[in-house]
């Protein structure tokens, strides 16, 4: 099983960001995918989660109406887009599956 993140970076507040998760090693389309986050000295907050057709969306609170998750199963690859920034947005942020998998992140710095 590999996940590999990308898309993060340095962002002002405001803006935005699409993350990516490249997906192999396993049939991602029969899993529910999350992503989930890490503030510095922080420990892992849920974001979101999409079922495994990507017809349906759950996100935590803190980024519900900002925040859209979707999925691409032709292409193995998870999606996070994210609008209106904030600062509390810093983290790295991982994709996976709660059965067990996890990527190695991808850092994105909301900072003016």
């Known amino acids: 099983v590999q996940l590999v993140e990308s898309g993060g970076g340095l962002v002002q507040p405001g803006g935005s960001l699409r993350l990516s998760c490249a997906a192999s090693g396993f049939t991602f389309s029969s899993y529910y995918m999350s992503w989930v986050r890490q503030a510095p000295g922080k420990g892992l907050e849920w974001v979101s989660e999409i079922n495994s057709g990507g017809g349906s969306t759950y996100y935590a609170d803190s980024v519900k109406g900002r925040f859209t998750a979707s999925r691409d199963n032709a292409k193995n690859t998870l999606y996070l887009q994210m609008n209106s920034l904030e600062t509390g947005g810093t983290a790295l942020y991982f994709c996976?599956?709660?059965?067990?998998?996890w990527g190695q992140g991808t850092q994105v710095t909301v900072s003016s």
């Open positions: 996976g599956s709660f059965q067990g998998f």
